[in-house]
């Protein structure tokens, strides 16, 4: 059993910058692919990042291509989402999934673990 606790959530300008981090307890983290999902109100939860078990290769959702960059610190057992230039349609609940299999990263089912979420709020 693997628990995750989000945090680094925050109120922050348009334009501006958060690092969100996601600390993993209870499992093998460096066994797992890592992912960031985020919920908009009234929206689906989607995905946004991912990161193989080495962090030797990212993946990107295109919204977020070239301004998030996910890491880990597999001696931390740490996944982190660096988000720079951040847009009002970037304000979500922002949630880390632990994915064991590692063949698909998009759907959020392929996700065994998750944590409770931090909140984004990108204002105008």
């Known amino acids: 059993q693997v628990q995750l606790v989000e945090s680094g959530g925050g109120l922050v300008q348009a334009g501006g910058s958060l690092r969100l981090s996601c600390a993993a307890s209870g499992g093998t983290f460096s066994s797992y692919y890592m992912g960031w999902f985020r919920r908009a109100p009234g929206k689906e939860r989607e995905y946004v990042a991912a990161i193989n078990w080495s962090g030797s290769s990212t993946f990107y959702a295109d919204s977020v291509k070239g301004r998030f960059t996910i890491s880990r610190d597999n001696a931390k057992n740490t996944v982190y989402l660096q988000m720079n230039s951040l847009k009002p349609e970037d304000t979500a609940v922002y949630s880390c999934?632990?994915?064991?299999?590692?063949?698909?990263?998009?759907?959020?089912?392929?996700?065994?673990?998750w944590g409770q979420g931090t909140q984004v709020t990108v204002s105008s």
């Open positions: 999934g632990a994915n064991r299999r590692g063949n698909y990263l998009r759907p959020e089912y392929e996700y065994d673990y």
